[in-house]
């Protein structure tokens, strides 16, 4: 029987692996001076490249074409310029590994199978618990990301504290909190009234004195507030939640306390990070995005668990067909601590990149993007009629134009678009209660975390932000 075309011959896979190589490391270093944002044309090189069911195959050539059209047609997430939504940095050594990872394809579910591959998670695993400031109970795994670590902390705690009966279970969380936690609510079977509230601060923060109130009123409900979500490092403003102060009302009043450190969780890594997260490490557990604060390609998020136990509880089952599960402490079988069976090496990925340069490149590099973005506020606080509505206690601040003119909101989309616009930087903006009043305001919003953005990306910033900034 000849060889099945789905498994290329050496020179074919070779060849294969050294085209992507030559296209892409060129691409890489040109993609640092192009425009950040090329979407003109998109949407017919998504019609060029759909097709109907391709019953035969396409010739290898026509379809690296093919994907050098996508690429150039979409927002550049990897180029320096991009300070939108949370950047994606794309760490190339995370890919590598992921592409040695995929061609050996070890199934690190369990420990049995593939020991070594699993262990690197466990490793990875520990030392952010460890960052976090976590003791030897401590567990977790890596996931596809922020969502998933969320649905999974929620579920845990669920098991940890709620009857099998669990519908007056209350999950208290801040006017800021992901959305990402209220749809992880409604997939773990809670109604929409379990999630409640509680008000902030003119920091955005979810005040830990309305915090304890709200608890003991849903007490007095006779309802079972058992979880709080706080934030290190809101989405929109950036915002970081007291977490001492919260881990001091959920202690007195038994609720698990989890942080959703998606974006903000990884400079823990740094000195003034540390200072700004002061007692995430009382929360129960912690969300952490390697894909935005370790620069690592989308698809891979951390939730650590003060104790490993608990995650264990919330999931471990067991398939007849399988080995015996593991009872070493050091051994960990991954499928028992989250909801995956078969799943991809994720560990390798962090393992690689982190085990290559130490985290000491890492927290350089987080070090410098929290620089960077206080010279971007610092002139942009700077700018007549321009207000700071949210300081970069992290990497990401948010501001607004309240100079004359009639729609406030319009005039600084337009200048949100205007900035874009010129193409060496790509902002976003949201929505959010202005911290004055309530009423809601649209703001611009800078989030430095872009692998390659640099002090000459920030100079663009603020002079194209100056260039077009309405008045
Ligand atoms: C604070 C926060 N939590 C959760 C998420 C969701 O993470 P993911 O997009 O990795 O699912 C995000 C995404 O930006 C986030 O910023």
Request: charge should be neutral; aromatic fraction near 6%.
């Amino acid at each position: 029987m000849s060889r099945t075309p789905l498994d290329p011959d050496a020179p074919t896979l070779r060849a294969r692996l050294r085209d992507v190589a030559d296209r892409l490391v060129p691409w890489l270093e040109r993609m640092r001076t192009e425009p950040v944002a090329r979407l003109d044309g998109g949407r017919r090189a998504a019609e060029a490249l759909g097709s109907e069911w391709p019953e035969e195959g396409t010739p290898w050539r026509h379809l690296l074409a093919l994907l050098d059209r996508a690429l150039a047609t979409s927002l550049h997430t990897t180029s320096p310029g991009y300070l939108a939504y949370v950047p994606g940095g794309g760490l190339p050594d995370a890919a590598v590994a992921q592409l040695y990872a995929d061609l050996v394809n070890r199934f690190t579910t369990l420990w049995m199978p593939a020991p070594a591959f699993v262990r690197m998670e466990i490793d990875v695993i520990r030392w952010i618990a460890a960052m976090v400031g976590f003791g030897p109970e401590a567990g977790g795994l890596l996931l596809s990301g922020g969502s998933m670590a969320n649905l999974v902390a929620i579920h845990t705690a669920r098991v940890a504290r709620l009857p099998e009966d669990f519908l007056d279970g209350v999950i208290l969380v801040g006017e800021q909190t992901h959305h990402s936690v209220a749809k992880a609510a409604r997939i773990a079977g809670f109604p929409a009234r379990a999630l409640v509230v509680v008000p902030s601060d003119e920091r955005f923060r979810m005040r830990p004195d309305a915090l304890a109130d709200t608890i003991v009123r849903l007490r007095d409900e006779g309802r079972r507030p058992f979880l709080v979500v706080a934030s290190a490092g809101t989405t929109a403003v950036g915002a970081v939640d007291a977490l001492d102060a919260l881990a001091e009302v959920c202690a007195r009043h038994g609720a698990w306390l989890h942080v959703d450190g998606a974006y903000g969780g990884f400079f823990a890594l740094t000195e003034r990070g540390r200072a700004a997260l002061a007692g995430i490490g009382r929360a129960d557990s912690v969300t952490l995005d390697p894909h935005k604060g370790l620069f690592l390609p989308y698809g891979t998020g951390a939730l650590v668990v003060a104790r490993r136990a608990d995650l264990r509880a919330a999931h471990a089952t067991h398939g007849s067909y399988l080995p015996a599960p593991s009872t070493d402490d050091d051994a960990w079988d991954l499928a028992d601590l989250g909801p995956e069976l078969s799943r991809d090496a994720r560990g390798l990925r962090v393992w690689l990149p982190l085990r290559l340069h130490g985290f000491a490149a890492f927290r350089d590099a987080l070090d410098d993007k929290l620089a960077l973005a206080r010279i971007a506020a610092d002139a942009v606080r700077a700018m007549p009629g321009v207000r700071l509505v949210s300081e970069p206690v992290l990497s990401l601040f948010a501001f607004r134009w309240e100079g004359r003119a009639e729609d406030l909101d319009r005039a600084n989309r337009r200048w949100l678009a205007d900035t874009n616009q010129r193409g060496r930087v790509f902002l976003t903006g949201a929505t959010v209660p202005d911290p004055r009043d309530g009423r809601p305001i649209f703001v611009l919003r800078v989030c430095v975390l872009g692998l390659r953005t640099e002090p000459a990306t920030i100079e663009a910033a603020i002079a194209d932000l100056d260039a077009t900034r309405p008045g």
